[in-house]
C-alpha cells in the first residue's frame, strides 16, 4: 500500500490537532446527552447499553457526561470497586468506520460470511464491526494492564466471555477522581519541567507498545491523560500489530503526532527523531508485568 495512499486514508482520521480543534456539526450525530441516563425515574433510563450495565451490577450509576468524542461518549460512573469510565461507543449510523480498513488490515476473519457482511456494510455487518472494535479495546487494554503498561485498569473481563456482556460500552477504571478528572495532556497547563517530564513518558510509552510489537494508531497529546505527573495512554480500538502493512506507517504518523501535539508544551523536535528515540527505547528493557487473578 502506498503511503499516499495511506495518507489520504488517514486524513479523515482527524489525527491532526488543528483538525480535532473544530469538529463539524455533524461530529454530534449519536451524541447521548445525560439528562436523558440520569432521569430520576429509573424506568426512564432512556440509553438501553447503560440501563444494561446498572441492572447487571457493573455500574450503580451515572455521574456526569464527560465528553462525545469521535467514535465513542465518555461516562463518569459509579462502580462496585469505585470511580469507572464507561466509553460507549456511538450508535451504529452514527459511526463511520472511515478508516476501519486501514487498521484492520492484515486481520484474518475465518467466518467468510461475517467477513462479507462486514466489506458489504450490511447493518448486521455494521454490527459485527462494532462488537470487534469494542472487543478489541477490552483485549488490548488487558494485554497492556497486564504487561505493566501506564494504561488505565479494565474492569469487565480479563475473558471475553465477561467483557462481550458490556458491548457497545468498555468499562475502565477513570483516571483521576469522580470530582476532577485527569486532563488530556492536550488540555493541561505545565511547567516547564513538567512538559520535559510527559514527553519522555509519552516517547516511553510509545516505545513500551512497540517492545510488545504494536503502533497506537492515534498517539498524540489527545489521547495522553495527565494525573499525579503521570503519563495514561487511552483509546486502543485500533492498536495494530506488524502482520498490518500499514505498521510502519502507522508507527511513524505516532511519533509525528506526538511531537507535533507536543509543541504546544514547547518541545520542539520533528517525528524522525522522535521515531528513532522510540525505536531506540524499544531496545531496552520494558515495565514489570503485572499478575491478575483469573
Ligand atoms: N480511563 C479514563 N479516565 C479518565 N478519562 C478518560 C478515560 N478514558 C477516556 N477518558 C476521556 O474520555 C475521552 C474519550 O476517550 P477516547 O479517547 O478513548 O475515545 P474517542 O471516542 O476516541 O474520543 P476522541 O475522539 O476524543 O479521541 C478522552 O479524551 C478522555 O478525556
Ligand atoms: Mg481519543
Redesign the pocket.
Known sequence: MSARWLDAELDGA?VTPER?SKPKKKKLLGRRKLDDLTAADPENIADDTIRRLIDSGHITEIVAE??S????T?YVARGPRGPV?V?LYRELEARSFKNDAVYREGQVVLDERAARAMTGRSRKGLEMLQGMWVSAEYAHLWTLWRAGLNV?EPLVGPLPFDYDATVPAVL?????TEDS????LSDARLTPAEAQSAWQQSVQGLADLLRLGYAHG?YST??L?WWENTV?M??FPQLTTRQNSNFSELLRRDAQSLATSFRKHGLQTDGETTLREVQRLARGKGPEPRIVLP
Open positions: 482527524d480535532r464527560l465528553k468524542g469521535k467514535e465513542a465518555a469510565l466509553k488505565p475502565m477504571r477513570l483516571i483521576g478528572v485527569a486532563p488530556r492515534d489527545y489521547n491523560l495514561i487511552i483509546d
